[in-house]
């Protein structure tokens, strides 16, 4: 069946160092992969979207591309801040009522 | 912009008693989803709605149930709550349109059940 595989964080780094937070999935057909953010004390909000292989979604600094090949949508950041501190997570929809299979997470700590 | 509205945001029940989580959009979206998000796990679906007048079990329905009266509110309720139901709460909702839309979140309900 469709799943996302996230690696586990959390994932500590200082200011302005470069990030990759990896994520993988199992899908049938032709998925849309999303990630999304959550702040402390909020809740998710979309952060970039891909709908086909070789899309490359942006936002805020952050970039992920769709790899069919090698089934990926990696998120990456070249220079983090400490507000990028948050969870990140790593999504795909399925079928027609464009429901989402979520990964478990990936929490990530900017120190200055 | 409110967006999704979730009320109330916090709340402490006792083992066995009831409530309802209410949700609200004011976006127009078709549909509606309510997950619970526990440490380690991510977010899993409880139930969700293609519509008005329309309910489906997601992934961890079971002592949970749903309700879609107006198209812009989706209730959750909880009958005969239980320990193992604390947890965090959210609501979402996206619209009806081409190919898969992202979904847009409330802030989150945090119960505790004792």
């Known amino acids: 069946g469709n799943s996302v595989t996230q690696m586990e964080g959390p994932v500590t780094l200082s200011e302005e160092a470069f990030l990759t937070i990896n994520c993988t999935y199992t899908?049938?057909?032709?998925?849309?992969l999303f990630w999304y953010v959550q702040y402390p004390g909020e809740g998710l909000q979309l952060l970039l979207k891909?709908?086909?292989a070789d899309d490359k979604g942006s936002n805020k600094g952050f970039e992920a591309t769709y790899r069919k090949e090698t089934t990926s949508f990696h998120l990456e950041k070249g220079s983090v801040q400490v507000s990028d501190s948050a969870v990140y997570f790593c999504?795909?929809?399925?079928?027609?009522?464009?429901?989402?299979?979520w990964g478990a997470g990936t929490k990530l700590i900017i120190k200055p | 912009n409110a967006g999704v509205t979730q009320t109330p945001k916090f709340r402490v029940l006792k083992t066995g008693q009831s409530m309802t989580l209410l949700c609200a959009q004011d976006?127009?979206?078709?549909?509606m989803y309510w997950y619970r998000q526990d440490p380690g796990m991510g977010l899993r679906l409880i139930h969700y709605?293609?519509?008005?007048?329309?309910?489906a079990k997601g992934e961890v329905p079971d002592g949970y149930n749903v309700s879609r009266l107006k198209k812009q509110n989706f209730l959750l309720g909880l009958e005969s709550a239980a320990p193992s139901q604390t947890s965090v709460y959210f609501c979402?909702?996206?619209?009806?349109?081409?190919?898969?839309?992202?979904?847009?979140f409330g802030d989150g309900t945090r119960l505790s059940i004792l």
């Open positions: 979402a909702s996206s619209p009806l349109e081409n190919g898969p839309q992202p979904q847009h």
């Open positions: 976006m127009n979206h078709e549909y």
């Open positions: 709605s293609v519509g008005e007048g329309t309910t």
């Open positions: 899908a049938t057909g032709y998925p849309s």
């Open positions: 891909a709908t086909k």
């Open positions: 999504a795909l929809s399925r079928d027609s009522n464009y429901q989402l299979i």
